[in-house]
């Protein structure tokens, strides 16, 4: 079966440098079937290579901004491409894919790449099926085999920025190697790798980095302090609260912004003031982030509320509550 006419005129477009690809052709590359595939393979290697990662990054952002293309297919085929930067950009555009074929080849591309940023993405890009194993959506099978590559890469000779990718990926492991991984890592001479460190600890729900993310709240490093923002966040530390508080009065328009997250992950009745203080003042366009926030803090309140709401109600069927509903004072209290 042949292609469509209206399929073969993307492909002419696409081979025509001398024009703009239309932005409307964009959509024609997703959910493609045998034949369009097909098709593409064989015109792929006629496209000039600025052409072909341009395509990439611009399915990438079509991508980001429509859930309901689907341009794996195109990625795919990218990965083997002769050009490292649209290798590197198809690793990107399937960074959200849980399609556990994909792990071979991102392992390949991680030992074997010549290029050093496309190692680099394909360790991050394996973050996400660490994840998928901590959450058993895949195999456990899959999750070890990512695991160990993440961490012989760690400890081999590869680029600092490889490692330091491979350690953000690894930090959804609840493996016991894992937290000596990030400790060495914060306590690195390499800024980037302690960097890194700090984004790891955000991403691992381990409230046990507590003490380093606060502390580089405070860093002279704009960087460090950015991640250490985020990862009070993620970890939902309340005693990072203060701190964030004064932060959303930054310069930096990115750790201001983070900080205004952050607040919406943590939630309190503190970070709700300051928030609607914020959203008083703000200008026009920054007035919809912070109502995200504010959405977020609403939600995380509720939740909370509602698994209190759970305790007490256990407890009541338990018989720990009088018919009054007054607490019944602690065994050793009535002991006494």
Sequence with gaps: MAISPEFAQVLAHLQNTAQTLPPLDLYAFSNLGPQELEALEEAWPGVLAERRINLLHDLSEVG????EVNFDAVFKLALEDEAPEARAAAI??????EDVTLIAPFLEILRQDADVKVRAAAASALGRFVYLGEVEEIPAKH????????LDTINGPDDLEVRRRAVEAIAFSSRPEVPPVLEAAYASDERLMKVSAIFAMGRSA?????EHVIKELESDDPELRYEAVRAVGELELSSGVPALMQLV????IQIREAAIWSLGQVGGDQARAKLLDLLQEAEDDERDFIEEA???????????NFSLMDVSEDDDDLGLFDEDDDPVPPVQDRLN
Excluded: S
Excluded at 92 to 97: H, N
Excluded at 143 to 150: H, K, M, Q, W
């Design 92 to 97: 990107k555009g399937l960074w959200e894919a």
């Design 64 to 67: 980001e901004a429509n859930h």
């Design 206 to 210: 381990d409230e046990n980095w507590q």
């Design 249 to 252: 009065d930054e310069d930096d």
């Design 143 to 150: 999750l070890r085999r990512v695991e160990a590559a993440l």
């Design 294 to 304: 504010l959405e977020n803090l609403t939600f995380h309140d509720d939740m909370v």
